[in-house]
């Protein structure tokens, strides 16, 4: 059995446990991927605050690689010492990525085969309940929740991207190219896997993304807030002592 398996096992406990209280199979769905985008609020804000951090100082990365391209001990001994001196870590925003994936993977193996991890017998006949235009949320919904889920992601993405918080997304031509194929392409690979897998799934992955719009928006604040900060650092440094400045009397 897999980690994503043992994982969606207590996701169902929860899942049934808030269809206990809600009596709504749509509804329990749309608070559970709520209270599970918040508890992965703090490793959302670590991983882009981390990745942003490693996008502002790739210039000077540039010019190290550049200026130790036939020396590799040193290059990486300057590379360590540029890290400490920003204050960042290339790999800050694995373990936050690591969590959010083996979170996600055990809710698509939850919401994708919820038989095989929920016991309740009034769960049988809960998920296949009708929820707004869906009449079945165990069945793919053909159109609105692709088209939906699909937009929600360009967006986040592209919100991520534009702002530099995704990994690499100011490190050069190519990883720039990358970035576009992941924007434009992923959206419409989730239309495309959105069509064919259950609504209650389909749901959750829509609710995700459109949350995750907030928190980009969120995020973006706070770099920008930190870029400014740092701006406003470095001119004090750069300000030259106006005379009788600093002489103690």
Sequence with gaps: MSIFNILAKPLGYVMTWLYGMVGNYGISLIIFTVVIKLILYPFYKKQILSTSGMSDIQPKMRAIQNRYANDPTTMNEKMRELYKEEGVSPTAGCL?????????????????????????????????????????????????????????????????????????????????????????????????????????????????QFIQIFYNIRFNQIRRKMAKEKAEAKKKKRRPVRAGQGVVK
Excluded: C
């Design 96 to 208: 936050p990525m690591v969590v959010q994936m083996i979170i996600l993977m055990g809710m698509f193996a939850l919401l994708g085969r919820p038989l095989s991890f929920i016991s309740s017998e009034k769960m049988v006949f809960a998920i296949h309940e009708s929820f707004l235009w869906i009449q079945d949320l165990s069945q793919p919904d053909p159109w609105i929740l692709p088209i939906l889920s699909g937009v929600a992601t360009f967006a986040s993405f592209y919100m991520s991207s534009e702002n530099g918080a995704m990994p690499g997304g100011a490190a050069g031509a190519g990883n720039n190219a990358m970035m576009n194929i992941m924007k434009y392409g992923f959206p419409i690979m989730v239309i495309w896997l959105a069509k064919t897998y259950a609504a209650g799934l389909a749901i959750y992955w829509f609710i995700s």
